[in-house]
């Protein structure tokens, strides 16, 4: 089944420390994203990228880094620097940018220890 | 930024009964797209009504737009306790990267049986 895989699915950082999120898609998307939600809250955007080796800030960059050197692996690492990192992260894709419905992986819920 | 706002913040209902939910947004759109989500869990698309259409109907769900009004609503009807879920409209700005999608805050949905 063609899907959005995102682990793990619960994730915990201590201070100081580097983590990283996987998220791999088999839909053949050229695009991708990842947000970040906030309880009671709706999504912001953290990174997208739009083709391989490519991608753009979203509106809450900064504590945040991403690379894309296959088309369906989108890493986000949440770095030192990001200072309330506890939060659900989704990442999601789609094939034709913002004209097309966008899929959603499962999330990860990345809590500080 | 967020984009859209969605009214109610929450709404229960029975089963069997119709829920609506309401969004405005601010500036002007290529598309309105209406997701689900469980708890816990990404999100599900539902719809996707373009700038140039008026309504859009899929199954039990009737969505409108009033590009006027900068608004939208989500009807369903005769729901069904699997339908307690949130649900956020999202919107794409011409403006803003075609790639972009900004969500709102999500309207919370009980659907008591």
């Known amino acids: 089944d063609g899907g959005i895989t995102q682990s793990p699915k619960y994730l915990f950082r201590k201070e100081g420390q580097n983590v990283t999120l996987s998220c791999e898609q088999n839909?053949?998307?050229?695009?991708m994203y990842w947000y970040r939600q906030d309880p009671g809250q709706g999504l912001r955007l953290i990174y997208y990228?739009?083709?391989?080796?490519?991608?753009q800030k979203g509106d809450i960059a900064e504590g945040y880094s991403v690379s894309r050197e296959k088309k369906e692996s989108f890493p986000l690492t949440v770095t030192s620097a990001q200072k309330n990192p506890t939060a659900f992260y989704l990442c999601?894709?789609?094939?034709?940018?913002?004209?097309?419905?966008?899929?959603f992986g499962d999330g990860t819920r990345l809590s500080i220890l | 930024s967020q984009q859209g706002e969605e009214d109610p913040q929450a709404l229960s209902i029975q089963e069997g009964e119709n829920a609506t939910m309401n969004c405005s947004y601010k500036?002007?759109?290529?598309?309105l797209q209406w997701y689900r989500q469980n708890s816990g869990r990404g999100l599900v698309h539902l719809i996707l009504?373009?700038?140039?259409?008026r309504e859009k109907h899929s199954g039990r769900l009737r969505v409108t737009l009033d590009t006027s009004k900068k608004s939208s609503s989500l009807l369903i009807t005769a729901s069904r306790a699997a339908d307690t879920a949130s649900y956020f409209c999202?919107?794409?700005?011409?403006?803003?990267?075609?790639?972009?999608?900004?969500f709102g805050k999500g309207t919370k949905l009980s659907v008591i049986p």
């Open positions: 999601a894709s789609t094939t034709g940018g913002g004209n097309q419905p966008q899929h």
């Open positions: 839909l053949n998307h050229d695009a």
């Open positions: 990228s739009q083709i391989v080796n490519d991608f």
């Open positions: 500036t002007s759109i290529n598309n």
């Open positions: 009504i373009r700038s140039n259409e």
């Open positions: 999202a919107t794409v700005d011409p403006g803003a990267g075609s790639y972009q999608l900004t």
